[in-house]
């Protein structure tokens, strides 16, 4: 039963995968001394690609581009983050059932941010600009699982957690973490 299942995730494989994504972001900003802000909502938005690594595997290399919204609230205060983000991670089709894989990933991804918004006490200031002197460069690690249904249905789940310093004063050293549920579409 192994060799069947073994051998129909082989014939399955194609070699170049596109498709569409949209999600849900759960968002905070952490500092290294263990505190974090209050998690914000957002979105993600993208696109997909994946490239069959092994004719012998279905291990892939996948990328894309996505807008993704980060962030989080600390009392009246209100970050808005918005990046555009380039994951790089491998993944692994495993064949549970029929049209059913199960994709587990990781890797890394880097985001440059274009949006930058904060909000206190009535007041507004350009996260990325000298008011807000946040840095652009976003790097980190992302994690997670996706399943692929009905051939050409996605769902997955990870997280996002930020290596880079966005932030640094002497009051605070911030990081990015954002936990996303995505649903896409592959062709």
Do not use: C
Request: net charge neutral; charged share 15%.
């Amino acid at each position: 039963m192994l060799l069947f299942s073994a051998v129909s995730t082989l014939s399955a494989q194609e070699k170049n995968i596109f498709g569409v994504r949209a999600g849900l972001n759960i968002a905070s900003l952490t500092i290294p001394d263990g505190a974090s802000t209050n998690s914000k909502a957002g979105f993600q938005i993208g696109v997909s690609y994946e490239r069959n690594l092994a004719e012998a595997l279905p291990l892939y290399l996948e990328t894309g581009l996505y807008y993704t919204g980060k962030g989080g609230k600390a009392g009246e205060a209100k970050l808005n983050l918005g990046y555009l983000q380039i994951p790089v991670l491998v993944n692994y089709h495993w064949n549970v059932a029929g049209d059913v894989s199960i994709q587990p990933f990781a890797g890394l991804y880097y985001a440059f941010g274009i949006h930058g918004k904060g909000k206190a006490g009535g007041e507004k200031a350009d996260l990325f600009g000298d008011e807000g002197g946040m840095s652009r460069s976003d790097l980190g690690l992302r994690i997670g699982a996706g399943v692929n249904f009905l051939k050409h249905y996605y769902a997955g789940l990870g997280y996002d957690l930020g290596l880079n310093t966005i932030k640094e004063s002497d009051a605070a050293t911030m990081r990015t973490g954002t936990f996303f549920i995505q649903v896409g579409y592959r062709f």
